[in-house]
Nanobody, 118 residues
Framework: QVQFVESGGGLVQPGGSLRLSCTAS????????MSWYRQFPGKERELVAS??????TAHYLVEGHFAISRDNAKNTVYLEMNNLTPEDTAVYYC?????????????WGQGTLVTVSS
């Protein structure tokens, strides 16, 4: 059974930073590209960042705002979020990709809520 457990969200002030983690299980993590998505209330999920299986390639919705990384030994993908603004307030999810630049492969986890507010 494939499972994603996202963590690290919370309340942060504008300009602050957070590091999100997503631990995956139930599939061959090291051979899949991974991505982070976010979902605003009433909106579709949008892709935030992707990383290839060996961390050789990364893609970002907005360059310089987030940094994605992974630890294949821990089946975990991370999202470093800096200089946060209220517009970053959303629920953040991770998923494996069928291929880099492709669609999500599995059902979604519960996500982790990021709230940016003073």
């Amino acid at each position: 059974q494939v499972q994603f457990v996202e963590s690290g969200g919370g309340l942060v002030q504008p300009g602050g930073s957070l590091r999100l983690s997503c631990t995956a299980s139930g599939f061959d993590f090291q051979n899949y590209p991974m991505s982070w998505y976010r979902q605003f209330p009433g909106k579709e999920r949008e892709l935030v960042a992707s990383i290839s299986s060996r961390s050789l390639t990364a893609h970002y919705l907005v360059e310089g705002h987030f940094a994605i990384s992974r630890d294949n030994a821990k089946n975990t993908v991370y999202l470093e979020m800096n200089n946060l603004t209220p517009e970053d307030t959303a629920v953040y999810y991770c998923n494996a990709l069928q291929r880099f630049g492709g669609e999500p492969s599995y059902a979604w986890g519960q996500g982790t809520l990021v709230t940016v507010s003073s």
